[in-house]
């Protein structure tokens, strides 16, 4: 019931759900001591309810929001206790003396003073907000952003100015209880005094040269940077701070292309997403602001999803445009028919051009190029195991997608049964979950049954901890994993250290100012990253089951570290055969095989699925005895179909194919340029006489 009742009220515990109830009921209370009225019953209603604020606001709780939705906002609570406080002082017998007056009067004045407080807090924040965002820019020398206000100014403003009234509200009550007046003029002077020194501490910042520049400055600024830097080939992405994986993926891709590349964002969010990398990035919210900015260096624009706000940049000509997509699998989503508007389609292998052909969709197959997948560089070829005493077998599942059609996922039907199978196999084997980042996202039932699994095999791996055959390597390996997870902390620390380059309380435009490109650091953080994996590995035992969520560790390191992968149809099917190793894929929709491998290339070589999951003991055996593996020579042949040849390598191929492409925009730019000149020389209309 109270887990049902936390879902439905939007909080995050039992704790959040307590102080909101305790708030709700706490004004009535606040209310009912005022007209009683009761001194002391008072003063415990008002302490709760400033105390169920606080918590709720450091909690930055949904319920806050949804308050201020009602008409119930932050300052409305305030000046209702202040309220009340009034008319407790009125049925008390106060009406009549001069505190009353002077109270009532003060913490008029004290609301007044949120009128100036507010405008210049809000002037503050509008005035720091670039419009652009960078990141490994050197702005110094085109634009002047000072340093921003301290935080704690800024953070929690107005509810950090509205509770400067406490010390009016306890003077008062000390002085009603007292009967002493003097405590009630101390009070409300405290709080008039501090609420004056909190306007006098921001009036210094709003000076113009502690105020970053109009946006037309700034804009002026970032178009004579790309007139300097000249970029020649830009990522450009547009998406939901959930999809940043889909421009992360590209980013060791694009650091390592010849030429001057370029990171475009249109969201603000997906900024702090980014991962780490020296590219220059650039993020325009502004459409207007975009198409205003310079960007005639550009030869070739790669798109790594297919969104609306593409088309503010595939308006211009100048460039060739390019949809890469962010992975290559046979959903209906890699044959989108939007991708007929790009010059160019790339795809892994020759799969990818057939799946254009088979839709139909208006691509052309001269206009698909294969480039390989270069991001599958950290992947360990060759059918490599991990020589484990026991297999690990993978469960990577899709996410529900944007419809109920049952082939999305097979989390929904088969995904209970494919974990239930794999922990119950009469040989062990270790489990690693990885569910897709969106599961859940959209279908409650998805969430459900991923909760699920997760408890299965929680329970899974605390049993195995529990089980005497394995207390003996848990404790030959005890030290090594101590040592690990000590590894795991200094390594992290590290990596802290170098995230945080920009600083703590530091404002976005402080960020796009001092986030600079540092070549060693980047390096330096990669490495750390692959340490950091292995450490990862090595800090639990190679027989303890695992449920993986988040960016760290990646997929394809869960990749190496596995010795089969169960999923669905989706990139991560055409990636992990670059492996080499045995895999199932669910027929999650009941197609039958032969119609689910002809609907679906990348399961050619895989091991079918129902939703039963019965047919996992062929996996199994493939595993177990490389002899017994049937489809290796199959696993062969449709990685190169899928992916490419192995030479020249994906890195190769796709710089290549952006070189190319360059070469083909500037001869059309060229050709224009010729074109309209010979229009102006030629004879127009105007030099025909009249009547001639």
Known sequence: MISKAIRLAR?????????????????????LAAIIPSLWFFVAAVAVTYLADQFLHQRSSYLINRLAKVRAGLSIRFLLRQLLLVLLMARMGLADQTVFYVTVAALLAFYGLQAPHGAMVTLLRLRRKLPIVTRNIDLSG???IPDAPPRRLLERSAEKMLHLDVFAVLGVLVAIGADTPGFAYAGLAITLVLAVVYLALLIPHLRPSRLVPPADKVLEGIDRWLTDYKPTVMMYFSGSSDS????????????????RPVIFLRERNIVPQLGPTSVPVVCVPGSVHLMNLDLSSVRVAL????????????????????????????KLASVNPFSKAYDEVWTAGRAGRDRYALADVGVRSEDIVEVGRPQLAPIKTG??????????????????GWDDNPGNTSLLLAGENIVRKLLDAPEPVRVIYKPHPFTGTRSAKAKAVDARIVALIEKAAAARAADPRW???ASSHAADQAAA???????????????GGTGDGQDEAEGSRDSLPDPAREAEAARLRDEWNTAYWRSFGWWEHKVITGPAPRLYDCFNESDAMVSDISSVVSDFIASGKPYAVTDSASLGKDEFKRQNTAVRAAVILSNSAEELDELLAAVADPAADALAEERRTLKEYLLGPDEPTSMQ????????????????????ERRLAETEQAPGLDDTPVGG
């Open 653 to 672: 191929q796709f710089d290549t194919a952006v070189q190319n492409l360059a070469a083909k925009s500037l001869a059309r730019n060229a050709g224009v």
């Open 383 to 400: 059918n490599a195991r991990t020589g484990n005493p026991i297999p690990t077998v993978l469960y990577a599942p899709t996410w529900e």
């Open 244 to 259: 940043a994986y889909q421009v992360n993926m590209w980013l060791e891709t694009m650091s390592q292309l010849e030429g």
């Open 303 to 330: 798109y790594a999803a297919n969104v609306g706000k593409n088309i503010h940049m595939l308006r211009v000509p100048t460039m060739k445009h390019v949809f890469i997509g962010h992975g290559d699998s046979d």
């Open 471 to 473: 207390a003996k390597e």
């Open 142 to 144: 085109y634009v002047r």
């Open 485 to 499: 997870s000590a590894e795991l902390q200094r390594i992290e620390a590290r990596l802290a250290e170098l995230a």
């Open 11 to 31: 909080v995050g515990s039992g704790s959040e759900l307590a102080a909101a109830l305790l708030l709700v009921l706490g004004f009535p209370c606040v209310m």
